[in-house]
């Protein structure tokens, strides 16, 4: 782990730590396998790697770009159905099917884990009275995602970009979280994977970033604290070892 300087809360103590979900408490499995799967299961179509792998980033590049217009029930499920076009568009097999069925194997190939360390590490907060929140440039799909995975019970707040009307790294996305766990900025951490949107938007909003690195391989940030694993995250937040020496 690569350290700077212990954050500015009094005694070293923390009221809040929120947390990226996607690369640094959930991951995806490669979707295109089990895309393949799923055709072939449901629909006999037999399509090879690459196509579905091509067809499966275009999807993704697309979601990416739109994810903030899943604001609800109604309006998720419509950016389903052209992602799924986009999906089709992208793998000609596909063209004999109507959309709800490619939008059903679309669904089926969305595989969310969560990383071993994850829950460990919400519960160790909330067992020191530490409040916790995940912020993500998600649709509203994301709450019942980390239920379902065992991890929405363990976060006090769940703020998702196409709810608030503002993504990471805009300053508006954190300001709402911390406002959820009652914390001002100076007394949390924000821990997430990405330095574009998770430790520069952090900054930005004031808050101590931390940045998790979970291939223990990319490039640290001079003056941001790197951890390879959330097991690491009580050195971070445990209040400094007094030493008298001068």
């Not at 067809?55 to 109604?74: L, Q």
């Not at 909330?126 to 976060?155: K, P």
């Not at 520069?200 to 101590?208: E, F, S, T, V």
């Amino acid at each position: 782990m690569t350290t700077a300087a212990r954050g500015s809360a009094a005694g070293g103590g923390y009221d809040a730590v929120l947390f990226d979900a996607l690369g640094t408490l959930v991951e995806l499995e490669p979707p295109w396998p089990l895309l393949r799967a799923a055709l072939a299961d449901s629909h006999g179509i037999e399509v090879d790697d690459a196509p579905a792998k091509s067809a499966v980033i275009a999807e993704m590049t697309y979601y990416k770009a739109h994810h903030m217009e899943g604001t609800d029930e109604t309006s998720l499920g419509a950016l389903r159905a052209r992602c799924a076009a986009v999906l089709r568009d992208g793998l000609p097999p596909l063209a004999a099917l109507g959309i709800e069925q490619v939008t059903e194997v679309l669904m089926r190939s969305l595989r969310f884990t969560p990383y071993p360390d994850a829950a460990p590490a919400l519960g160790r907060l909330r067992s020191l009275g530490i409040r916790s929140a995940v912020v993500s440039n998600w649709d509203v799909s994301l709450r019942g995602i980390l239920g379902e995975l065992g991890l929405g019970g363990l976060v006090d707040s769940v703020v998702v970009s196409a709810e608030v009307g503002a993504a990471k790294p805009e300053r508006a996305i954190f300001e709402r979280a911390l406002r959820e766990v009652q914390s001002p900025a100076a007394r949390a951490v924000f821990v997430g994977d990405s330095p574009q949107t998770d430790v520069a938007g952090a900054i930005g909003a004031g808050l101590r970033p931390v940045l998790v690195d979970r291939g223990a391989g990319g490039e640290g940030i001079e003056g941001v604290e790197r951890i390879f694993t959330l097991e690491s995250l009580d050195e971070l937040i445990a209040p400094p070892v007094f030493d008298p020496r001068p």
